[in-house]
């Protein structure tokens, strides 16, 4: 699959979890760029994503500042955020990925997604930027 201009972005989880709770480690720069895009409805997040938050805090590794469920209510209902569903085409792309991403399911999925939908991963993971460097998947460095 060929890496077109992207559309808009899907946000790794942990540029969404830092958006949304005003974190310092997301750049006024980063911060801006997603704003614009969700101006546009041109931000999305996968159900991935979801599943990876409740992990990470019942394994206590994060805490939010309200219930799980009112905290991901209140980020989704940002304007211009979009939610991805686990769809047939992404599951397959996912598990077709070329160059041999590596295998956590989240970030398959994630990278799958930004594929199909022809948008670019903001993100700081180290595999991903360097999958994107490759020419698989369009990114914004995050």
Same mark, same amino acid.
């Given at each position: 699959?060929?890496?077109?201009?992207?559309?808009?972005?899907?946000?790794?989880?942990?540029?969404?979890?830092?958006?949304?709770?005003?974190?310092?480690?997301?750049?006024?720069?980063?911060?801006?760029?997603?704003?614009?895009?969700?101006?546009?409805?041109?931000?999305?997040?996968?159900?991935?994503?979801?599943?990876?938050?409740?992990?990470?805090?019942?394994?206590?590794?994060?805490?939010?500042?309200?219930?799980?469920?009112?905290?991901?209510?209140?980020?989704?209902?940002?304007?211009?955020?979009?939610? *991805?569903?686990? !769809?047939?085409?992404?599951?397959?792309? #996912?598990?077709? @990925?070329?160059? /041999?991403?590596? =295998?956590?399911? %989240?970030?398959?999925?994630?990278?799958?997604?930004?594929? *199909?939908?022809? !948008?670019?991963?903001?993100?700081?993971? #180290?595999?991903? @930027?360097?999958? /994107?460097?490759? =020419?698989?998947? %369009?990114?914004?460095?995050?």
């Amino acid at each position: 699959m060929a890496i077109e201009s992207s559309r808009g972005l899907i946000l790794d989880t942990h540029i969404w979890i830092w958006l949304n709770t005003a974190s310092s480690e997301i750049s006024s720069k980063t911060a801006a760029l997603i704003d614009r895009a969700g101006r546009a409805g041109e931000v999305y997040v996968h159900a991935i994503t979801l599943w990876e938050i409740a992990t990470l805090e019942s394994k206590g590794r994060i805490t939010m500042s309200m219930p799980l469920e009112q905290w991901m209510t209140t980020a989704l209902s940002q304007p211009g955020v979009g939610l *991805v569903p686990l !769809l047939p085409n992404i599951a397959i792309e #996912s598990a077709r @990925l070329p160059a /041999g991403f590596h =295998g956590d399911p %989240a970030d398959r999925l994630i990278v799958a997604a930004a594929r *199909v939908m022809r !948008l670019a991963v903001v993100t700081r993971d #180290s595999k991903i @930027l360097a999958y /994107g460097k490759q =020419g698989h998947v %369009a990114i914004v460095k995050g």
